[in-house]
Every structure is written in structure tokens, then in C-alpha cells.
């Protein structure tokens, strides 16, 4: 087996501004925050373009949720600069920013009607009656809760409930979108449906928004760009397809979809220090490829997942039709590798000849 080396750069865990754009919709800069003597948020530093949605994303603990709170003003930060559209807003309070967060828990008054959780941070900011109704009805139409108006959250479902904490966040007609987590609490099938129509409605009034989450499918899903966090710091900040297929560091091509981590020279390539990220798709079976034998199979309905052993080396690969039984003797070829060397791309994708 022969890999053609490919002359690149590699790439680097660093912010872009897709759209070109001098002033973006949100910019953090140098941003830090420690609590509890623990560095949680580290020197972060992100441009999210006007209208663009951008998903934080990244395990338990690596300081996604912290970092929107920060932006949100519910912490202010102990180092560096919060921007929207050009102002500086750092050091105020979450109510004088022009920013409005959807919680995860929806925070919905159970007393309330629809409406008159949707209308009442107008009432709290004093806006005049005739002016809170007009805005209501407006953004409870763009939710699709009109007929829902009168009802109270405990009468609706759980998705009508999210949306209409979506309304909220809305009726304030905020530069800035923040969603902590809102479909956490929905079943699998309707937050599908629910994220759909966040999106959908996050283009058509081009909301600057920002989107914490665990959930990889839902972020690569609807995000503009994937910001992926791990210790306090973003690794990269990419497309969805460039994140699958151009992971920066060996953390992101482990956190993103199913991979396989294996070092070259076990395999009889390479040379030492260099690691090969493998996604299972990359690896067929072919008579003509290495020998290895079948020690596991996962069926997953239109195709199934095929451990095996490859020179003393787990692989794991996606087979789609018949697949082979454990203890077959089958052929493995790897037709696409990526080359890690002390953590980050070494170069650019190679293709593996067989």
C-alpha cells in the first residue's frame, strides 16, 4: 500500500469571517473567565459574521455554556473584549445588551397566558400597549402560535413550548440570538422538527445567533459555521463539512463523528510520531487489501458497522449491503487518511492507493 504525500497547510483552529465582512455581528476577544480557582472560559477568540448562526459545541465541562452566558452579561468577563455590530458592550448588565437567550428549561410563567409571556419583557422595558400587541401577534404568526395565544404552557406541548420561548426572545427584536440547550428536553423525532424550525426562522429574519450544544447532529445540522470548544478554548471553527472532513486537531476528528485512531507504522506506513485519523467510510473491504478477520458486526438498518482486526489493529468500517460475519477472513483498504503529528494536521487529507 503506497499514500502519495500531498503538499498543504495545515489547518489551523483559528476564527474566519465567511462573508468578508469589516464589522461582525458578534466579536469576542481575548476572552477569559476563571470560577472556582479554574480557568473555565481561556483566552477565546471568535468572529460570528452579521445574520450568521454559529453553534458552540463540545463535552461536558469544556466552557460552551459559559462562554454565551458571557456574552449574554449573566458573567461579566475578568479579561478581554465583547463586541456586537461594532459596540462594545463588556461590561453591561444582560438587560442592557441587544442580545435575548433562549434557556433551555424555556423559563415560561406556568400563571401566563401565551401572550402574555411573550409580551412581558416589552412590559417590563415599558413599551406602549398598542405597540406590544401589534409585536405579539407578529412574532407569535412567525412561530406558529397564533391559535395557541391564549393557552398556558402547561397546556401545549413541549415543542409549542420552546417555541413560544423563541417568541420571546424575538418580540424583543434582538441583534443577537442565544440558545442554551432549547431542545434538550424535546424527544428525539420532535427536536428534528424543532431544529428545523429554528433555522428557518433564524434565515428569514437573519438574527445574528449563537447556539450551545452537546449534540453534534443538531449542530452540524443548522450551523453556518461549528465552533468546536474543549478545555476552555475553541480547537476550530468550520463548516460541518469541513469539520468532518478536515478536522484541525486529533481532538476534533475524535469529538466529530466516528473515526478511527490508528499509529501508520502499525499498519507498516509512516514514520514515528505520525498518528492516522480513518472515518469508518474510508474503509472497505476489498479483496485485494490488507488481510484481516471480522470480530464484531452492528447492524444500523441500511448498513452496518464492521470491526476488524488489521495487523494487530482495530478498524472499523461502514458496510453498506451484505455484510461479513464475525471471523471472516476479509481485505481492508484505507482510501482516504488523515496525517496527525503531535495532535495537529500534519497535511492535508491524503488518498490511499490500494
Known amino acids: 500500500m503506497t499514500i502519495?504525500?500531498?503538499?498543504?497547510?495545515?489547518?489551523?483552529?483559528?476564527?474566519?469571517?465567511?462573508?468578508?465582512?469589516?464589522?461582525?455581528?458578534?466579536r469576542l476577544s481575548g476572552i477569559s473567565k476563571v470560577l472556582g480557582g479554574r480557568t473555565i472560559v481561556d483566552d477565546l477568540n471568535l468572529d460570528i459574521a452579521p445574520g450568521e448562526m454559529v453553534s458552540l459545541l463540545g463535552p461536558s465541562g469544556c466552557g460552551k455554556t459559559t462562554?454565551?452566558?458571557?456574552?449574554?452579561?449573566?458573567?461579566?468577563?475578568?479579561?478581554?473584549?465583547?463586541?456586537?455590530?461594532?459596540?462594545?458592550?463588556?461590561?453591561?448588565?444582560?438587560?442592557?445588551?441587544?442580545?435575548?437567550?433562549?434557556?433551555?428549561?424555556?423559563?415560561?410563567?406556568?400563571?401566563?397566558?401565551?401572550?402574555?409571556?411573550?409580551?412581558?419583557?416589552?412590559?417590563?422595558?415599558?413599551?406602549?400597549?398598542?405597540?406590544?400587541?401589534?409585536?405579539?401577534?407578529?412574532?407569535?404568526?412567525?412561530?406558529?402560535?397564533?391559535?395557541?395565544?391564549?393557552?398556558?404552557?402547561?397546556?401545549?406541548?413541549?415543542?409549542?413550548?420552546?417555541r413560544a420561548a423563541?417568541?420571546?426572545?424575538?418580540?424583543?427584536?434582538?441583534?443577537?440570538?442565544?440558545?442554551?440547550?432549547?431542545?434538550?428536553?424535546?424527544?428525539?423525532?420532535?427536536?428534528?422538527?424543532?431544529?428545523?424550525?429554528?433555522?428557518?426562522?433564524?434565515?428569514?429574519?437573519?438574527?445574528?445567533?449563537?447556539?450551545v450544544t452537546h449534540d453534534q447532529e443538531e449542530a452540524l445540522s443548522i450551523s453556518d459555521r461549528v465552533a468546536v470548544m474543549s478545555e476552555g478554548k475553541i480547537e476550530q471553527v468550520s463548516t460541518p463539512a469541513e469539520l468532518y472532513r478536515a478536522p484541525?486537531?486529533?481532538?476534533?476528528?475524535?469529538?466529530?463523528?466516528?473515526?478511527?485512531?490508528?499509529?501508520?507504522?502499525?499498519?507498516?506506513?509512516?514514520?514515528?510520531?505520525?498518528?492516522?485519523?480513518?472515518?469508518p467510510e474510508d474503509v472497505r473491504v476489498d479483496p485485494e487489501g490488507m488481510p484481516g478477520v471480522v470480530t464484531r458486526v452492528l447492524p444500523h438498518g441500511h448498513y452496518s458497522e464492521v470491526a476488524i482486526e488489521v495487523r494487530g489493529t482495530d478498524l472499523r468500517a461502514f458496510v453498506t449491503g451484505e455484510a461479513p460475519a464475525p471471523g471472516d477472513e476479509v481485505g481492508v483498504r484505507i482510501t482516504r487518511a488523515l496525517r496527525y503529528r503531535n495532535g495537529t494536521l500534519d497535511e492535508a487529507p491524503v488518498t490511499v492507493s490500494a
Open 248 to 279: 484541525a486537531t486529533e481532538f476534533v476528528a475524535g469529538f466529530i463523528g466516528s473515526s478511527n485512531k490508528v499509529r501508520a507504522l502499525d499498519l507498516g506506513e509512516g514514520e514515528p510520531g505520525v498518528e492516522w485519523v480513518v472515518r
Open 166 to 211: 423563541l417568541a420571546r426572545a424575538l418580540v424583543q427584536r434582538p441583534k443577537l440570538l442565544l440558545l442554551d440547550e432549547p431542545l434538550s428536553n424535546l424527544d428525539a423525532k420532535l427536536r428534528v422538527r424543532v431544529r428545523e424550525e429554528i433555522r428557518d426562522i433564524q434565515q428569514r429574519m437573519g438574527i445574528t445567533t449563537v447556539l
Open 4 to 26: 502519495p504525500s500531498t503538499a498543504a497547510s495545515a489547518a489551523t483552529p483559528v476564527s474566519t469571517d465567511p462573508g468578508g465582512s469589516t464589522v461582525p455581528g458578534l
Open 67 to 162: 462562554t454565551l452566558r458571557l456574552i449574554a452579561g449573566f458573567l461579566l468577563p475578568d479579561q478581554g473584549r465583547v463586541e456586537v455590530d461594532g459596540a462594545e458592550i463588556t461590561s453591561l448588565g444582560p438587560e442592557r445588551r441587544p442580545s435575548a437567550m433562549v434557556f433551555q428549561n424555556y423559563a415560561l410563567w406556568p400563571h401566563m397566558t401565551i401572550t402574555k409571556n411573550v409580551a412581558f419583557p416589552l412590559k417590563v422595558a415599558r413599551v406602549p400597549r398598542a405597540q406590544i400587541k401589534e409585536r405579539v401577534a407578529e412574532v407569535l404568526e412567525l412561530v406558529g402560535l397564533s391559535h395557541h395565544a391564549d393557552s398556558r404552557p402547561a397546556h401545549i406541548s413541549g415543542g409549542e413550548q420552546q
